[in-house]
């Protein structure tokens, strides 16, 4: 295997917490220091505290960090972070010949714009102009890639733009999604986070050459040239996309409170942040929209709860399966406390839908494996 090299010295840090959206704060050494990440994503199953991360020191002199954060390991997985250099990844295999359906391709152009958007690459192949749109994949389980991690509206116009000038005009029309992890067997877009970039991604789909194509990172962040392509099980994902499910609802009480919930009558609530599970097998969206309102004529005993709380982030599960019993029996083992009797009236065998956290759980492994295995790890079964 040839592999290569487009980092400098790195250092290995330990990662203590994202300050926002591009800088980090780890430690190195026992010293506390701070990196900018060139990478907007989620990225929540990855940057959990104690991970390694990797650091290379900034050429910018004129830059507020002194280093760059480039890679994180996930288990016994290195994932690339910077979605810049991840350009200079698609070049090389491109020029390598990695990419079996761009075999051949010469680049003609690094950043190109056509009508209303910029591509990443203007290719040509047997005289035809190929534009090429690069995405970066992070979010994986153990068989099964998705993208993205966090909606997109930017990648979503690109895939609607890129169909209609395939179209309309003599371009050829292609996506390469590079998946940072080499044992992966089937991508699909993140139907869970970004319902409307997969109803996009399936509308378009016969009309882009859309390609993934999976990468390994050694120790030494060298990626190797034999990239390999993962198959996009287009049957399955028209069954797939559909707005039903099960979800999470992550809320914060700021201090405790007694409430009066229904016919449960008044509960002390410790402060803290609490997870309600819930399910909707019509109409998903607008069942968790529902939940935003603070207004609104109670039903439910999450709706008397609701009042008192702060939304801090919905987790849509879709799935033409009821999980939400299995579900609830998950977040119950990692809680640190339940609400007896709420919320699952409908459940015999569950004794609540609604569990307490002294601190964000979304920060803690054991809550993001629990989502990833729900979300990505049981669609194998369906797949395989």
């Not at 996930?74 to 994932?79: A, E, F, R, S």
């Not at 509308?203 to 194509?213: D, H, S």
């Not at 609701?306 to 849509?316: A, P």
């Not at 009821?322 to 339940?338: C, T």
Request: proline residues 2%.
């Amino acid at each position: 295997m040839e592999f290569i090299s487009i980092f400098d010295d790195f250092i290995i840090a330990k990662f203590v917490r994202r300050i926002n959206r591009f800088v980090l704060e780890c430690t190195f050494d026992k010293n506390r220091l701070f990196a900018y990440m060139p990478n907007p994503g989620r990225l929540q199953e990855l940057l959990l505290k104690g991970v390694d991360i990797y650091l290379m020191y900034s050429k910018n002199k004129t830059s507020k960090y002194r280093y760059i954060a480039v890679a994180v390991r996930k288990d016994d997985v290195i994932v690339s972070l910077h979605t810049i250099l991840n350009n200079k990844v698609a070049e090389i295999l491109i020029v390598n010949n990695s990419i079996n359906e761009l075999v051949g391709a010469k680049i003609l152009k690094r950043e190109v714009t056509v009508g209303n958007s910029r591509f990443d690459f203007l290719l040509e192949k047997e005289g035809k102009k190929i534009l090429l749109e690069v995405k970066s994949c992070t979010l994986f389980g153990k068989k099964i890639a998705m993208f993205p991690d966090a909606i997109t509206k930017r990648g979503a116009r690109h895939l609607e733009e890129l169909y209609y000038l395939n179209k309309n005009t003599n371009y050829e029309t292609y996506v390469l999604f590079i998946i940072n992890k080499y044992d992966i067997e089937y991508f699909l877009p993140d139907f869970h986070t970004d319902f409307e970039f997969a109803n996009v991604f399936l509308k378009t789909f016969e009309g882009i050459n859309i390609l993934a194509y999976s990468i390994y990172w050694n120790e030494k962040l060298q990626f190797c040239l034999n990239a390999k392509p993962v198959k996009i099980p287009l049957d399955y994902l028209k069954k797939a996309v559909i707005d039903k499910g099960v979800y999470l609802l992550l809320l914060h009480l700021e201090k405790d409170k007694n409430i009066k919930i229904g016919k449960l009558g008044y509960i002390k609530f410790s402060k803290g942040y609490y997870i309600y599970v819930g399910s909707a097998m019509n109409n998903l969206t607008a069942r968790t929209n529902r939940h935003l309102r603070i207004r609104k004529k109670k039903f439910w005993h999450i709706d008397y709860f609701r009042e008192h709380c702060k939304v801090e982030k919905i987790f849509h599960i879709r799935n033409s399966d009821n999980l939400e019993s299995e579900l609830s029996h998950e977040i119950q083992a990692i809680s640190d406390w339940s609400i007896e009797g709420f919320g699952s009236s409908d459940c015999r065998n569950d004794f609540s839908h609604l569990f307490g956290f002294v601190d964000n759980p979304v920060f803690k492994k054991d809550f993001q494996d629990i989502l990833l295995n729900f979300r990505i790890n049981l669609l194998e079964n369906k797949l395989i």
